[in-house]
């Protein structure tokens, strides 16, 4: 059996899968546009080889992913904003062999890209190769609290039961059109907002990226929008600077969106409040992550309660244990959040230690502290303070303090998370400078840039003689934190 979201597209033929800057693409010509990449891969089974795409978003990058797939090949979708030793360092772990790139990006990593440009539109006689579904099908980036970001592999059956529980749950169909404008290398892009479209043979509108004003002109002619909630306090800021009609055009425009998704982050009350009072909308608000896909949900129909983030979705399990790994069930009581279901990913691509430390018995250990009220789970927050969530993208904090240790004028640092209205949290740095180095803001950060991912640059530094330490000499990260976020270092 071929991978069964191929064969699923085959039945919506003449349907729109994708609108892009480019145009309006069937799934027909999504899957030729498909079978013409698996024949430019060797039109043979892949049996795993690892296959990254680099592309702006549209159906080129659709179209990738699926001639991928049927040629038994594992996708790794990259970040176009990541500098080049983000790239490499995902191409290398992953012992990627080929980058599928468009036109745009094609010139970054020459001799291992195919470029989309020059491929034949069809390859009308290859037929996909037969790929079981336990085979693998996925590897996403994502950081965890120790050194540089791992691989999450997901199968082919993993990936479709992170599908089908938000197929059903939120009611996609056909008559669906999504508004999309969620980077593609995490799942909240690609499986919540792309596949899922494609699974139901709805339409994607896909923006080159996020730019609230745009995205307001473009609310009007979907069903389905789903963002981080830095997006939404976004939108909200450009729509409360606009005049009086453009106010009441787009808010006018969103009584054809049937559903409004926040996740990635916890979504603050006042965004929800707002939200409701400029669109009529209140947010369904879901809990995630790599991975395990989405776990909880608030409800498509009965109450959504802000704050919360629903209940368990269909198939999935969860539970809450305590710091001595009991299970905890009275109401109110905070465990961390252990999730078991048909989602959970598969490993971290050759890190077997890193994959077996974070299960216990079969429960996936997520980090995240929760509590159950009335039935619904809340997140307090993650166990770890070296984990930040920054404009919904996940960083480690000793990932980056290890990046800026290799920059000569830097003897010591530490990275905190600090509460920030508008990222969620901010990454903030204290830097111990080496002896006759001058440090300022400016000239790290431009450093950073060129060394990080744009989320990952601190966006505040302190210059300090010494890191703060405790007893045992470790650096005392939660005074760090409460430093950066009195009012007076603001
Ligand atoms: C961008 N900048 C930041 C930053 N992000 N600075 C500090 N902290 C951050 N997190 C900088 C840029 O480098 C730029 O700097 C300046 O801010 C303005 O950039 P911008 O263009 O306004 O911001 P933008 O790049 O548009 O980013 C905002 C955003 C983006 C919300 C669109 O963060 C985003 O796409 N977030 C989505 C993340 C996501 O999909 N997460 C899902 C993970 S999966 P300068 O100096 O150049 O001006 C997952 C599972 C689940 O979590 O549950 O979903
Ligand atoms: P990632 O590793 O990028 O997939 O991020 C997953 C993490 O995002 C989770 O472990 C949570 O910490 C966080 N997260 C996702 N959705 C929510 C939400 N609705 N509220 C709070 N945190 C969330």
């Known amino acids: ?27 027909a010509e999504l899957l030729a546009r498909a079978r013409g990449i698996a024949v430019a891969l060797g039109g043979q089974d892949l049996n795993e080889t690892r296959i990254a795409v680099l592309t702006d978003p549209g159906a080129d990058f659709a179209a990738a992913l699926l001639g991928i797939w049927m040629v038994g090949g ?75 970001s791992k691989g999450v592999v997901t199968t082919h059956a993993q990936v479709e039961a992170m599908i089908c529980p938000l197929v059903s749950a939120w009611g996609w169909s056909e008559r669906d059109h999504i508004l999309h404008v969620l980077p593609l290398h995490h799942a909240h892009g690609l499986v919540n907002a792309l596949l899922c479209c494609l699974w139901s043979g709805a339409t994607c509108l896909m923006l080159p990226r996020f730019v609230a004003c745009d995205v307001w002109d473009r609310l009007g002619q979907v069903t389905l929008f789903m963002g981080v909630p830095t ?13 009086s009609r ?16 926040s996740g990635s982050s916890a979504l603050p009350a006042d965004i929800f409040v707002r939200w409701e009072k400029v669109t009529g909308h209140r947010l369904l608000e879901r809990y ?35 710091e001595l790994g009991q299970v905890v069930d009275s109401e109110g009581q905070a465990g961390e959040l252990q999730v078991k279901s048909p989602s959970v990913f598969q490993e971290y691509w050759r890190r077997p230690e890193a994959t077996e430390v974070s299960f216990q018995r079969g429960w996936f250990s997520t980090g995240d502290v929760a509590t159950v009220e009335h039935g619904y789970y809340r997140i307090l927050g993650r166990k770890s303070v070296d984990i930040i969530k920054t404009g919904g993208y996940k960083v480690s904090a000793l990932e980056i303090e290890n990046v800026l240790r290799s920059h000569a004028a830097v003897a010591d640092c530490a990275i905190v998370g600090v509460v920030d209205e508008d990222w969620g949290e901010a990454v903030c740095a204290a830097v111990v400078p080496n002896p006759g180095f001058t440090l300022t803001l400016d000239t790290l950060r431009l450093w950073a ?38 009012p007076q270092a603001r």
């Open 74 to 148: 594992i996708a790794i979708p990259l970040c176009r904003d990541h500098p080049a030793p983000e790239i490499s360092y995902v191409l290398e772990d992953s012992g990627a062999i080929r980058v599928i790139a468009d036109q745009a990006h094609a010139s970054r990593f020459r001799h291992i890209t195919l470029c989309l440009e020059g491929l034949p539109k069809d390859a009308p006689q290859f037929q996909p190769c037969v790929v079981a579904p336990d085979r693998r099908a996925l590897m996403l980036y994502t950081s965890g609290t120790t050194g540089r």
């Open 246 to 261: 453009q106010r009441s055009k787009w808010s006018t425009g969103c009584s054809s969106v049937r559903l409004m998704v």
């Open 231 to 243: 997006m939404y306090r976004r939108l909200l800021e450009v729509w409360e600077q606009a005049g």
């Open 449 to 486: 840039k060129g060394q990080l991912a744009y989320y990952k640059v601190p966006t505040r530094i302190r210059i300090l003689n010494a890191l703060p330490l405790n007893s045992t000499g470790k650096v005392q990260k939660v005074a760090l934190r409460a430093a950066f976020e009195a």
């Open 288 to 322: 995630g992550m790599t991975e395990i896909g989405m776990a909880l949900s608030n409800p498509l129909t009965g109450e959504r309660r802000p704050g919360t983030v629903g209940v368990p979705l269909p198939g999935v399990e969860v539970r809450l244990v305590d």
């Open 1 to 27: 059996m071929e991978s069964s979201i191929i064969s699923r597209l085959e039945a919506f033929a003449t349907r729109t899968a994708v609108e892009d800057a480019s145009g309006l693409h069937t799934y």
